[in-house]
Structures are given as C-alpha cells and as structure tokens.
C-alpha cells in the first residue's frame, strides 16, 4: 500500500515524512575491504559512498613540483553510471566532480597532519553508488571514517551535512514559485521561511542548500559550499542548522568508530 | 585524572602538565589530544628521568606484520623469469600475513657461491614453498629477498606428477611416490 502523504503538508513534515530538523539515517561501516590501508562505506540516506584510502605510501611524483615538507594528497571521485535518476556517462573532465573533490582535498588537509608524512602521498578513492542529495557531505563523512580506519593522525573528525531554506520570498514578490510542482514544499512556504535539514535529492533541486562541514565537537567551520542562490538573511539559520546536524552526524560517526575501535581491541 | 583507555581521534586524554605528548597525540591549548583510533599508553620518559611520562596511542597490531631487512620468511614461487622469480609472502617471521606481499628473489640472491652461474629453473618451480630472508626493502613491485645459506631455498616441493618431495642433498629433492629427482635449492632441514 503507498504511504498516504497527504495529511504531511498539515502536520508540517516533509516530502520523505522528516520534521525540518530531522537527520536521515546514517549507516556506517568501517575496514570493509582488506586490500587497502583503509576503508569505509557510508549510507546517509539513499546517498552511498565507499571510500577507499591508501597511503601514506610514496608517491610518484608528478611533474617534480614538491609541496615542502608536507603529504600530498589526491582525491578520486568516481560517480557510477547507475547512481543517479538517469544514466548518465561520467565525464572524466566532470568540473562539478573537480570541484568536489578539490573541496575535499582542501578540507583534508586542513585536519591531517600531514607535515609528519613529507613526500608522501596519501590518496583517498570515493565511489558514488547512488546519490541522492548530501552528496558532499556524504563523500566528506566516508573519507573520514576511511582516514580514521588507515591511521592517518588527524586533529578531529570532520564531519558534514546540508542545509537548506524554504523561502517564500520568491512568492511574496510574486515571481514563479519554484516549489510548486512539490505539493509538500509548497504548502510549507505559506507557514515560514524554515532552515532544513539534511536535503534529499529531490529537495536539493528545488530549494536553495548549503553544505557545511565542521572539525570535531568544535564549531569551527571548515567546509562551506553553497551553489544555489539565496537571499542573505537566511543564511544564518540555514548555517546555524547546518553546524547543529554536523555535531549529530558526529555523534553518530563516533559510536561507529568506538565500536570498530573495540572491535579491534578485541581482535588483536 | 588517568587518561582513558582507547581513544578516538580528537578526544582529550590529558592536561599537558601532567603527561608528555607521544606518538599519536598532539597538543590543542595544552591538553593532549589524541589523532589515531587506538588504546593508549604512558611510559617512563627514559632520556630525561625527571620529567612527565609519555602518553602515546599506538594502532591495534591487528595490522599485517611489516617485513624488515633479515626477516625470515616462508612464500610461495608464483612466476619464474630469466633473472628473477616472483613470489607471494605468505609468512612474516612466524606470523600468517593476511594477504599475500609480494617478493622477488634475484638469481644472484639463489645461493651464496657461483652466484653468475644460477639458472632459477634448476632451483625453483612455480608453486614451491621457499624459506628466504628479506634483503631488501625494494619498492612498489615487491621486497627483495634471498635464499643465499644453508637454511634457506626450498622447504615443500611437488614434482611434476604432483606428489610431495623429501629432500636428498643439498640441490635434489625426490618424489616421495615415484622416486624420481627433481632439481632444487633444498633447505637444510631444522
């Protein structure tokens, strides 16, 4: 029987039936394939990544420009051609899949301790098996639990989820409304403006998201992407939400790693 | 306040006043933080007496034991060439790796004398079980090792009919049904 969503827009909940502060589920594994120095696969959602690290290893030098004393590291990302709605080719000039991975590569290195590994190279392989929005988000989280399984020193975890904005502003102005082919959103805009939390795929391209990512139980911010616009009094509260699903995804990624920690205690 | 027992990077273990920072910790605003997953551990600070143990975190040793320079091990011939053979390590000092490392064996590392005049077909076939010594760190194709002495060459060996072989000297193995001699680099039994 299909899940009767008619009464959603009512009781305020969302298209997936989640109140705007809800997180989707977070399943994580930790040392999934033993070939590699370490890897996790992460669920948030229907968003899944696996994620492969190796190294610190050697790393073949390309072009001879050395980076000084610090680990270079190189980020992967190879989207699956059955990942999305619709097949598609992955491009290997992909931009929006260099930026991503550029983002992350940035992030990373901002927490490893990558000084004690001088020309060396770690390089950290994502797979996106399916995606449904928090893309980012999903690839930072699974990149850190894979660092935390190879044993790279880092400084805290990093930790990412999105958040996003039921404008009505659009509305008020009387332009076109953006959510109207959504019945869920576009009763939601008639209450507030609310921040959401943790987009899925189909909110993500209707409203206006950012992704945030923070170090560890601080909150000092050290991923912020937004590609959408958004009128910039919303941001805040779209960041403040951000930063609070950050510090529970952290929870979350915590007891997977204590667990794998005590896993290993027990083993060996 | 004893620091715990396991940590998880990022976690505080304890104020810098009472340990020394180890391997596996660094320090934020004077508390010690640990940066790996792992029990911890303090030790005497053995080069000055006096002052703060050390509280390092070191990695579970559940990872697979790394090969050093004269590290016995046991691996299997997986591919004999003109000048080098290539084998799986299957045994790091006495310790079953969990995956197979890769080595190879150089002609003049088959035996200490008349090394120029070593053909690897009349010491090792694909398959033999060999003790050897690691020489050599080498690099992403494998370590290098050696089977240059009288305990290290061939420890299990088949013949060509597939039957297990005893060894009779130091360069003959027999097939222990048919009893027919096959050439190898025999290890002296221990």
Known sequence: MPLDTSSYSLALLRLDGRRWNELRRIH????????????????????????????????????????????????????????????????????????????????????????????????????????????????????????????????????????????????????????????????????????????????????????????????????????????????????????????????????????????????? | MAPPSFAIPGQTLAASSKYSPGPGTHLISSQITSSLLGPSDSKKNTITPKSTPILSIQRPSNSPPQPSVNTQVYARITRLERLQARCDIVVVSDIVAPLPLRGILRSQDVRATEKDKVKLPECFVVGDIIRAVIVGLGDQQGYYLSTAGNEFGVVMAWSEAGNGCVPVSWKEVRDSVTGVKELRKVAKPI
């Open chain 1, 28 to 268: 994580a594994q930790i040392s999934t394939q033993a070939a590699v120095d370490g890897s996790s696969y992460l669920e948030m959602g229907n968003t899944k990544i696996i994620c492969t690290v190796t190294g610190p290893a050697e790393g073949r030098r390309v072009g001879g420009g050395g980076s000084g004393g610090e680990a270079t590291i190189q980020v992967e990302i190879s989207v699956a051609g059955f990942s999305g709605v619709d097949r598609k080719k992955s491009g290997r000039g992909d931009r929006r899949i260099f930026e991503l991975s550029y983002t992350i590569e940035q992030a990373v290195q901002t927490t490893l301790h990558t000084q004690n590994y001088s020309g060396s190279t770690i390089s950290i392989n994502l797979h996106v098996l399916t995606q449904d929005g928090s893309l980012l988000a999903a690839l930072i989280n699974a990149a850190t639990l894979a660092l935390i399984d190879a044993g790279v020193p880092m400084s805290d975890y990093l930790c990412a989820c999105t958040a996003g904005s039921t404008t009505n502003t659009a509305s008020s102005k009387g332009a076109p409304r953006p959510q109207a082919a959504l019945p869920g959103l576009s009763s939601l805009d008639e209450e507030a403006d609310d921040p959401l939390l943790d987009l899925n795929g189909l909110e993500e391209q209707e409203l206006p998201f950012l992704t945030v990512g923070t170090l560890g139980a601080s909150e000092k911010v050290v991923v912020c992407i937004m590609e959408t616009r958004v009128q910039a009094t919303r941001l805040e509260e779209m960041l403040a939400v951000g930063v609070d699903g950050c510090k529970r995804v952290r929870s979350i990624m915590d007891s997977v790693v204590r667990d794998h920690g005590k896993r290993m205690v027990d083993e060996g």
